[in-house]
């Protein structure tokens, strides 16, 4: 129920909490920092990762299962990578009734047991590229956690190519990225800006990390799916080499991008309202409710009419019926609305008579009456209608809420005495301007975006020296 | 290559793991125990999942994600379970950096956490029945392990149910039984036993198991699916109580069920034979894999009548085509033989004049001519016979292996002086008597199978006592 939801306006945190417990998206579990998806939530998980899957699929990869626990040793083969990981981990040990020789860490991403692995695989050229995904839990221990955007256990997808030459590494690096922006963009409804991290926002071990970057309805960013070009880090590290066409070994090159059950997070942040849930209906588990609205005299009529809808749109839709005499129609209509449906369809006794129903749009609340024989076609075109203007809204707020700025002075008021933003300012590409930003904005470079280099003009926001890029700057989940 | 495969004449085990390393199904991990699924093994298990997830569904079970992790005074809290899963735990003991207060435990099943949430979820016979289902990774630290058949970390679904009354919990058990009694025999073309655990085979907190039980090639009863009666038992754990039509409180009624990637071992151990693997045509990845066979003076030619006999097929069939001139025409017929493809179609030169091309069935390796307008047409019913043909000879070869017992002598001598197989045999239903049975024989009981009640003649095959049951022995996996 909507009161049950606080406003945005009022506490924007609780509001997000609100939604995904009172839509019974996900619950708290009994362990610290770990979260139980609900059916309803898991749904949403499960249509993402049919459309991701078949889009991996698209482009070559197969999915495989690689071990839960990694030797600590693994762990500290790459130095960045432990660097970067050794707060979060895990550690199982003892197993088995025995103290474990080797402690054995809880999986927080899998490139080192995966290189160790693709050290016995990979030989020849023949062997390569190789192309794999897994499906799979990980855990990285977090102080602070919030439902499905930031869990010390989530679900995910990591993909793990190897490959033969540089460029066919950074080839498949952005080959996935722009998967990523079309699931976003044409799945989620969600615009998202590509492009390169910084050096310090990047991935432990890697050379280059990309990402999508979306902005929520707090105009904070949150970074929903990345692609690793990790040149030859790993396979140096897993002595992974390959005998080329012309019979000399070389060390492999390595990619590796995924994404996680946090983007149901920037789902719900990027469309929902206070009356709860607002689902693109791409990604909906349920796209239309049929609620009938009768009275005790005529219930047999109008629940043989409503069904008689139902029908009408099972085979093209996914759709549900509520007949429950339990609740009353105000009731249903809050509920479905909280749940995200992105068409209601009310028939009443008088719908009947006159062979109408009326089509309610959650996104808008927009009521369009249809004919009888003319609800398919106009659902149809309504979900598609709805996919669209969700996708033009958000991109709406994210243009409306993106400045570009070029002096020291107005950035630092756009971050501290406005709700900010995303900021478009020339940086100079040190890392102390970036850490000075941090510190006086708490701002960090979200991306420097494609297709911006021309646009780089004057001197760097923070140090006024020459810019090299032209950064976008935000607060971020 | 069928030079890698020792046969099951000579060395049973081992032709049993040549099959699932030389096929690429799976490979030894650095982790103890713990294997990796390749890429051809993880799209076995993938179909798996579509189905069995698909027969959930349709029976009302939606999905859900509980913690990997359980805090270990949760574990403790049913009497039986924590006896029966205590020498088998993986214990993470430190995370983030700190030791924990308490130590979690890496799930070796999820009764307990789910049980847990359930207590939060469940107030009302309104709430009741909740009927859920995770797909996940369990860990269960083993001393002696095979690959698929026995590895400490494996795949599994688990479903979890709640229920009003007795009679309901225990019509679930018996559903999802009929569930994988059906996935199996009508996919998997394994035929199974049905019927009830003996007290001392039980799951560890259940009031009674039921399980699917298969023979495989080398006479040994393979436990493929098990579904679980749970009383009250961890609704009393938990203390899970609902208010009931009436106003009053009562306990909640459970089950769980599970399956596991232990299914693809089955798989190949219920049909495969001493060139690889034989899969049945429902579950294969690929059905049909179309091999051109050309010199270079006809290349072009075939290559082009070898393709439009693939693109015939697309549509209704998963189909590859092998066209590296890389390998001879006898390497490649080998290769796909051992990766198990139901159909193998050959198209030469003057099977292109003719406008023919010969369909070659991998479990009988016949030849059958065909005119290309008629493949797509043979290659359908080829593969239902195909499907058929498998189940009927899995099904010969267990009636052919399976005996009835009643003399303590001849039991003994089946299972010790011969290669053994299935033993009907009447028992008292003591514990002594299996045990004895276990120690002596090597055999224990698989399942009191449904429907033998009015067969049970005579006295108990190890004690002579008035027997209550007709039990099935077997050495197993």
């Known amino acids: 129920m909507a009161e049950r939801i606080t406003p945005r306006s009022e506490n924007y945190s609780e509001w997000y909490i609100n939604i995904v417990t009172e839509a019974k998206l996900a619950d708290y579990s009994p362990v610290k920092g770990c979260m139980v998806i609900r059916p309803r939530g898991y749904a949403l998980w499960e249509r993402m990762q049919a459309v991701l899957d078949g889009m991996f699929k698209e482009t070559g990869h197969q999915n495989a299962y690689f071990p839960l626990l990694i030797p600590e040793s693994f762990i500290r083969k790459e130095a960045e990578h432990v660097e970067g990981f050794s707060p979060e981990l895990a550690v199982v040990t003892r197993a088995g009734g025995e103290e474990l020789e080797e402690a054995l860490i809880v999986r927080p991403t899998s490139e080192t047991i995966i290189w160790s692995m693709y050290k016995k695989w990979?030989?020849?050229?023949?062997?390569?590229?190789?192309?794999?995904?897994?499906?799979?839990?990980?855990?990285?221990?977090e102080k602070r956690t919030r439902l499905f955007l930031r869990t010390s256990e989530f679900l995910w997808q990591e993909g793990h190519t190897a490959h033969a030459t540089q460029e066919e590494a950074r080839e498949e690096t952005l080959r996935m990225l722009e998967v990523y922006r079309r699931f976003a963009e044409d799945w989620l409804a969600m615009p998202v800006l590509t492009g390169v991290k910084s050096q310090s926002e990047k991935f432990a071990g890697a050379v280059n990390t990309y990402a999508i970057e979306a902005m929520m309805q707090d105009k904070k960013a949150l970074q929903a799916g990345t692609s690793h070009d990790l040149g030859q880090n790993f396979a140096k590290a897993f002595d992974v080499t390959f005998q080329d066409r012309e019979g000399r070994q070389s060390l492999v090159w390595a990619t590796s991008w995924g994404a996680s059950t946090r983007l149901i997070g920037a789902l719900i942040m990027s469309h929902s309202d206070d009356r709860g849930l607002v689902l693109p209906?791409?990604?909906?588990?349920?796209?239309?409710?049929?609620?009938?609205i009768f009275k005790n005299q005529n219930k047999a009529e109008v629940l043989a009419y409503a069904e008689k809808i139902r029908d009408s749109l099972k085979g093209g839709f996914r759709v549900e019926y509520d007949p429950d005499d339990n609740n009353s129609p105000g009731w249903k209509f809050a509920e479905w609305e909280l749940l995200g449906v992105p068409i209601r369809i009310e028939a009443g006794p008088r719908d009947r008579e006159a062979g109408k129903a009326v089509l309610v749009r959650r996104d808008t609340g927009e009521k369009i009456p249809a004919a009888f024989g003319d609800i398919p076609a106009k659902v149809g075109s309504l979900l598609e209608d709805i996919q669209k203007s969700l996708y033009a809204k958000a991109l709406e707020f994210r243009k409306a809420n993106t400045v570009c700025i070029s002096s020291y002075d107005e950035f630092l008021s756009f971050f501290n005495d406005t709700d900010g933003g995303f900021a478009e300012s020339p940086w100079c590409g040190s890392g102390e301007c970036e850490a000075k930003i941090k510190e006086a904005a708490k701002a960090t470079i979200r991306v420097l975006p494609f297709g911006n280099e021309q646009r780089v003009r004057g001197g760097c926001v923070a140090c006024g020296k020459e810019a090299a890029h032209l950064a976008v700057f935000a607060k971020s989940y």
Chains 1, 2 share one sequence.
């Open 122 to 141: 990979i030989q020849s050229y023949r062997d390569l590229p190789l192309l794999i995904n897994q499906w799979a839990n990980v855990l990285r221990w």
């Open 281 to 292: 209906p791409k990604i909906a588990q349920t796209q239309i409710v049929v609620i009938p």
